[in-house]
C-alpha cells in the first residue's frame, strides 16, 4: 500500500486580501491513495468473545485517512469510515468495552487521525477579526474522532496507568500545536480534550503547564500569531481555580511573567475576557499578589489604544471587586493616578468606563475609607472636566462622582474647591503678568526702532522688517 503526503497549499503564491469568504482546506494527512474499505458486522451483532478482536479491528479501519480535498473521491469508502466512528464512539461508552489489548490501538488511531501538521494559512496576513477562519476539509472524520477519545478518557473504565504508557509528553505537545488550527471548532473539542488529559493525568500536569508557558512566551515576544490564545487561557482559567494554598513560586511566577505580558500584544480584544478571568483568579486565591498584579497591569497600560484602556479599566473594577480591603492602600495611590488620566480623556468611552467605577458599591465604599488621598488625586481633574469636556453625559457623571466625593467629606471637598480656585486664578494672574511684560517690551522695542531711525534714517526700512520677523517669532 503506498502513501504520499497531500499536497500543502503554497501561501507564498497567496495575495493578501481582507474580508474574504469562508474556505476549507485539509492539513497535511498521511494520505493512502486508492483505498477502499468495506463495512465490518455490527458489535452489538457480534458474540461478547468476539467483540474485542472486531472492534481492534475497526480501530484500524478508522487509521485509514482520506483525501477530502476532493468531494468525489473515495466517497463510499469515507461514508463506511464515518459509520464506523459512529459505531466505536457508542460502543466505547458500554461496560466491558476497555482491556489492555485496547489502549494502544486507540491512540495509534486517534494519533492517526489527529495528530498532523497544519497547512499555512491561505491568507498570509490572515487576521481574526477582519478574516473568516479556514476550515478543515476533513472535519466530518475529525469531529468523530475528538469525539471518540473524549469518551475513551472520560469512560468509567478508563485506566490512567495503563494510558500514560502510550498518552505521554510527546502526544501532549503535538496536541498543543493543533491550538494554532483557524478551524473555532477544532479548538473547541481541543480545549476539552486536552482539559481531559490534565486531569486524567497527574504525571503530565507540570509538563502541558510549562509548554503552554513557552507557547505564550513566544506569542509575546516573537510571533504574536497563535489562533487558540483564548481556548488556552480557559483551560488555565480551570487549572489556576483548582490551586492548592498557599500557591507555589512556580504559579506566582506564572502570573507575573506570562499572564500579565499578555496585556501588551495588540490582539488583546480576542482573549481578554478569559485572561481577566485567570488574572482575578490569582487575586482572589492570594490577596498579596493583589499589588503585583495591579503595578502590572499599570506597567503594560496603554498610551494610544482606547479599545484597550476601556478593557483594561473592566479587568481593574473585577480586580476591585474581589480585592482584601488591607491591600488597597497598597495600590491606591498610583492605580487614582492613572484612573485620573482616564478620566481627563477626550475619547468618552475610555472617560466613561473610569467614571462608572463609581457605580460599584464596593469601590466606592472602598475610596470611602480613603478619601483624603483619593479625593485630592482627581479633584482637579474632575473639577476641571466638569466645566471642559465636549461630551454632556460625561459630565453628567463627573458631577455625580463631585457630588459623591462632596457626601464623602465636605470640608476636604471644600478645601479642594477653594484650592483649585485659587490656583485658577493664580494662573489667569501669572497669563496677564506675562501679557504685560510681552506689551512693555514691544514698547521699549518701538522706543528703540524710533530712535535709531532718528540717527540714521537709511535704517528704518530696515529695523521695520526686523522688528515685525521678531514678533512673528514672539507669537
Known sequence: MSATKAPRSDAFNKKPGNRRGRNQHSSSFLIQKCVEIEP??????????QR???????????????????????VKSKEVKRACLNELIEYISCENSLTERVYPEVVQMVSQNILRTLSPSDNVDYDPEEDEPTLEL??????????FFLRFLESSEFQPAIAKRYIDSKFVLHLLELFDSEDPRERDLLKTTLHRVYGKFLGLRGYIRKQVNNMFLRFVYESEKLNGVSELLEILGSIINGFALPL????????????????IVKSLNLYHAQLAYCVVQFVEKDGALTQPVVKGLLRY???TNSSKEVMMLGEIEEILDVIDPGQFPLIMEPL???????????????AERALFLWNNEYIVSLIEEHVTVIMPILFNSLYRISKEHWNQSIVALVYNVLKTFMEMDQKLFNELTEAYNDKVTARSVASM????????????????????????????????????FSIQEKS
Open 301 to 303: 497600560w496603554p498610551k
Open 40 to 49: 465490518l458486522p455490527a458489535l452489538k451483532d457480534t458474540p461478547a468473545d
Open 433 to 468: 503678568k506675562r501679557q504685560d511684560q510681552w506689551q512693555r517690551l514691544e514698547t521699549l522695542a518701538s522706543e528703540r526702532r524710533a530712535k535709531l531711525a532718528e540717527a540714521d534714517p537709511d535704517m528704518e526700512e530696515a529695523l521695520a522688517k526686523l522688528g515685525s
Open 248 to 263: 507555589k513560586a512556580e504559579h506566582k511566577l506564572f502570573l507575573q511573567k506570562v499572564l500579565l505580558p499578555l496585556h
Open 336 to 350: 487614582f493616578k492613572q484612573i485620573a488620566k482616564c478620566v481627563t480623556s477626550h475619547h468618552f468611552q475610555v
Open 138 to 147: 476533513a472535519w466530518p472524520h475529525l469531529q468523530l474522532v475528538y469525539e
Open 52 to 74: 474485542e478482536a472486531l472492534f481492534l479491528r475497526k480501530l484500524q479501519q478508522c487509521s485509514i485517512i482520506f483525501d477530502f480535498s476532493d468531494a468525489m473521491l473515495d
